[in-house]
């Protein structure tokens, strides 16, 4: 079945603990993204990633790292959380040809993540 | 880079009513996208508009692009309580690939 996986889809942690959640995808896409979904804020783009080795910030980058080590594989990286990042997570990937606008993005699961 | 208006924030209608939520950009899209995220679930696409003045229908969904291609709606005729969740426009943008509206949250009352 074609899908996106995230890992862990709930998770409680304390201020300054190095965390990351795990993204993955079995569709063979070159795009992924990370998105953070805030009530009355919708979706806002944290980074994504063309293909393997290419990530760009999007919208809301700081407290985040990512990397792109494998196609599948697009993890978010949490060096020091801070309250202000609880927040839903989602991954999404979609085909990375032509104008990426173009084309469906699919979305794994969601991340609840609460930072005390 | 690109911002889009999405509205209304929230809309509560009876069963069987009509529903519509619009997305605004002040720049020409080449295409806008719609999706549909049901309560504790992620967001699952719909459908995408690209030609001027296009319509594209799914059972009791009517999606439009405006003629200028700066607006788009979302009509849902007669709704049941399966049409629940919070409905998202996206479309292209300079910084990213893509961008989403804040999106319309539909209640329906049994």
């Known amino acids: 079945e074609a899908q996106v996986t995230q890992n862990p889809r709930y998770l409680i942690t304390v201020t300054g603990k190095k965390l990351t959640v795990t993204c993955s995808q079995n569709m063979n896409h070159e795009y992924m993204s990370w998105y953070r979904q805030d009530p009355g804020l919708g979706l806002r783009q944290i980074y994504y990633?063309?293909?393997?080795?290419?990530?760009d910030k999007g919208d809301v980058p700081e407290g985040y790292k990512v990397s792109r080590k494998e196609k599948r594989n697009f993890p978010l990286i949490l060096e020091s959380p801070s309250p202000n990042q609880t927040s839903l997570y989602f991954c999404?990937?979609?085909?990375?040809?032509?104008?990426?606008?173009?084309?469906?993005?699919?979305f794994g699961p969601g991340t609840r993540l609460t930072v005390l | 880079g690109q911002q889009v208006m999405q509205i209304p924030q929230y809309q509560h209608v009876q069963e069987g009513e009509d529903f519509t939520t619009y997305c605004n950009s002040s720049t020409t899209l080449s295409n806008i996208q719609w999706y549909k995220q049901r309560p504790g679930g992620h967001p699952v696409f719909l459908i995408q508009?690209?030609?001027?003045?296009e319509v594209k229908k799914q059972k009791r969904l009517t999606f439009q692009f405006g003629e200028a291609k700066k607006n788009s709606s979302l009509h849902i005729t007669a709704t049941q309580t399966t049409d629940v969740g919070t409905y998202f426009c996206a479309v292209p943008s300079g910084n990213t690939p893509l961008v989403f509206g804040k999106g319309t949250r539909l209640s329906v009352i049994a």
């Open positions: 508009l690209v030609k001027s003045g």
């Open positions: 990633s063309m293909n393997v080795e290419v990530t």
């Open positions: 999404a990937s979609s085909r990375g040809s032509g104008d990426l606008s173009y084309n469906e993005q699919f």
